[in-house]
């Protein structure tokens, strides 16, 4: 199990295998039922989660009462919400399982222990939120951009495996349309 | 010029005057006039820019024509695109100044071994960016939800100032609406 999440550290940063033993002490993990909650919207959120294999959604609950989802995370991601996270203030959204889900967990109260033990992790994670960030801008570009059917044929072609993986209608609201929508641009296609 | 970026960087790691030494040889200053690129659509990414004093702003061209913009950054706000600094791939944005510009520069080719030099610097970037980040899903969940109008009074109360401070075709633009529907909303509220 923490040898995916090792794997993953290793394409960023080189750890020895002293620095291995000491990594596995900070981390723990869960097996989560397709429609868990890690996160619940008012909760503040302690922990920052890395998807080992499965598919979690970060969404909250229109005035409207729909679900907007704001991000997904799949194998090899971390997901959290930041804002509550770094801030410790109530969280605005919830985190949830699409499908039977398997995470690794860093609890914040001791990530900082972590990052001063092996100052490394400071790096990866360094990266990886970069990462995430020039991934949401690039995203704030398509929605601003593109109209929903050229959005979702993006999507489609980007990840392929994905879109057969999700419900359709988590895929709309996503992709900021709604399932009817999305629909009648995939018959459109056949 | 140097000692505001030392005052931001010791808001979240300490530096001893030994290190802030080191910190200075790694980077350059630049003054911008209004209108000046720092980065144009299809050029390599190839620093970030720190901003002690003056508005910058990140834009692409729609198909239409149109100027969109996707970021803004103030003082004591990095900015860059991280999507081509870290790839080395052509950027699909512009960066230029709003107004008269002071900006410091880190090149990419020296980052490497700044962080190597001084560990505090990956921190210290892991928590900057990471507050971007969680700043841009905000961004993303308002435009998902408020409509134009909300999204304005939302962003005027948050930054009275900096909403007196650039041209109001911009400020609709970021907002994602048009400089008319910007120009109603405003009278309205008079």
Redesign the interface.
Known sequence: MIDTLISHIHKFVKLTPAEKEILQSYFTHKALKKKDFLLKENQTCTANYFIVKGCLRMF?I??EGAE?I??FGIDNWWLT???SF?NQLPS?FHIQAVENTEVIILERRIQEEL?EKL?KM??Y??IV?????????????Y???QSGEERFRHFNESFPDFVQRVPQYMLASYL?FSAEFLSKIRAKKK
């Open positions: 909250y229109t005035n907007q704001i991000q919400d930041y804002m770094d605005q990052f100052p400071e790096r994670f360094r939120v970069q990462k995430a960030y020039a991934a949401s801008v690039m995203r704030l570009r929605i601003f951009t900021g």
